[in-house]
Nanobody
Framework: DVQLQASGGGLVQAGGSLRLSCAASGFTFDDYIVGWFRQAPSRPREGVSCISGSDGSTYYADSVKGQFTISSDNAENTVYLQMDNLKPEDTYVYFC?????????????????WGKGTQVTVSS
């Protein structure tokens, strides 16, 4: 079974950093897109950043470019999201998700596998 386990959320002051981890199991990472999505109550889930297991290509939402960095450890089937200079508006529940495809895709529609969310709260 495909499983995604997200961790690393927490409470941090504005300007601080957090690193989220998504440990994946049950599939070969090389064949998948894995990414991070975030959601506020009553709002749609938005794509934050995704990475291709096949070629390492990445996608970032405009709102996080230069602030967040996605990376992967293919040997460990783990994807990381380094979040720096956090702002109160980055407060969301963050989810990791995966889709079996090689071309870049970072939209919640079409991501087949989802982990449980991890709360990130940034205080001002």
């Amino acid at each position: 079974d495909v499983q995604l386990q997200a961790s690393g959320g927490g409470l941090v002051q504005a300007g601080g950093s957090l690193r989220l981890s998504c440990a994946a199991s049950g599939f070969t990472f090389d064949d998948y897109i894995v990414g991070w999505f975030r959601q506020a109550p009553s709002r749609p889930r938005e794509g934050v950043s995704c990475i291709s297991g096949s070629d390492g290509s990445t996608y970032y939402a405009d709102s996080v470019k230069g602030q967040f960095t996605i990376s992967s450890d293919n040997a460990e089937n783990t994807v990381y999201l380094q979040m720096d200079n956090l702002k109160p508006e980055d407060t969301y529940v963050y989810f990791c998700a995966a889709a079996r495809r090689r071309s870049m895709w970072c939209n919640s529609v079409g991501m087949k596998y989802w982990g449980k969310g991890t709360q990130v709260t940034v205080s001002s």
